[in-house]
T-cell receptor, first 112, second 119 residues
Framework: DTAVSQTPKYLVTQMGNDKSIKCEQN?????MYWYKQDSKKFLKIMFS???????INETVPNRFSPKSPDKAHLNLHINSLELGDSAVYFC???????????FGPGTRLTVT | AQKVTQAQTEISVVEKEDVTLDCVYE???????LFWYKQPPSGELVFLIR??????QNEISGRYSWNFQKSTSSFNFTITASQVVDSAVYFC????????????????FGAGTQVVVTP
């Protein structure tokens, strides 16, 4: 029983394409997040949703659009993919913001 | 500006040696949380510990121990008698809880420290 799951685990695509990454959590948490880990392993938050409402939106190109159909799901759609979007994207969830965040296994996106 | 600094990029040790990972943070909040996460070669992020700013007690969990010192804004992590399975990147992170700082709820990670334990 995976607590936070992401699909796909690997995604290889060409520049200019549009792709989506899905995230689901079965922990009953109210808050979900997307983080990006670059090639140097640096982790940075992109978005956060609390009960389907966007609460954190970092300086991310508007080609990235999160969507939360319900509080157990937070998907990430990326339009017009660029080489620089290649990274590992992690989904996470937590109970009210102070608690530890549980991370999904990550999605390695490679843009060629 | 970087809020969490992990000055050690990589530490190499031989099995059974102790290793200490430094973490220095910066915040104006009086209430905040500090975390350590482990990222083994398989890539997942594993939660290790959370500490709130009002609790300066050191903590020990098996071979892991943490030293939190508000006076020096540090939250250091020691692995005692290291093992090959400890080889991973370890991240320190800060979560500020004041809404006004616009940092509410997000983990701000340090750059990570790669620990390599050789047999």
């Amino acid at each position: 029983d995976t607590a936070v799951s992401q699909t796909p685990k690997y995604l290889v695509t060409q520049m200019g394409n549009d792709k989506s990454i899905k995230c689901e959590q079965n922990l009953g948490h109210d808050t979900m997040y997307w983080y990006k880990q670059d090639s140097k392993k640096f982790l940075k938050i992109m978005f956060s949703y609390n009960n389907k409402e966007l609460i954190i939106n970092e300086t991310v190109p508007n080609r990235f659009s999160p969507k939360s159909p319900d509080k157990a799901h937070l998907n990430l759609h990326i339009n017009s993919l660029e080489l620089g979007d290649s990274a590992v994207y992690f989904c996470a969830s937590s109970q009210p913001n102070r608690d530890e965040q549980y991370f999904g296994p990550g999605t390695r996106l490679t843009v060629t | 500006a970087q809020k969490v600094t992990q000055a050690q990029t990589e530490i190499s040790v031989v099995e059974k040696e102790d290793v200490t990972l430094d973490c220095v943070y910066e915040t104006r909040d009086t209430t905040y949380y500090l975390f350590w996460y482990k990222q083994p070669p398989s890539g997942e992020l594993v939660f290790l510990i959370r500490r709130n700013s009002f609790d300066e007690q050191n903590e020990i969990s098996g071979r892991y121990s943490w030293n939190f010192q508000k006076s020096t804004s540090s939250f250091n992590f020691t692995i005692t008698a290291s093992q090959v399975v400890d080889s991973a990147v370890y991240f320190c992170a800060l979560s500020e809880v004041t809404i006004q700082t616009d940092s509410w709820g997000k983990l701000q990670f340090g750059a990570g420290t790669q620990v390599v334990v050789t047999p």
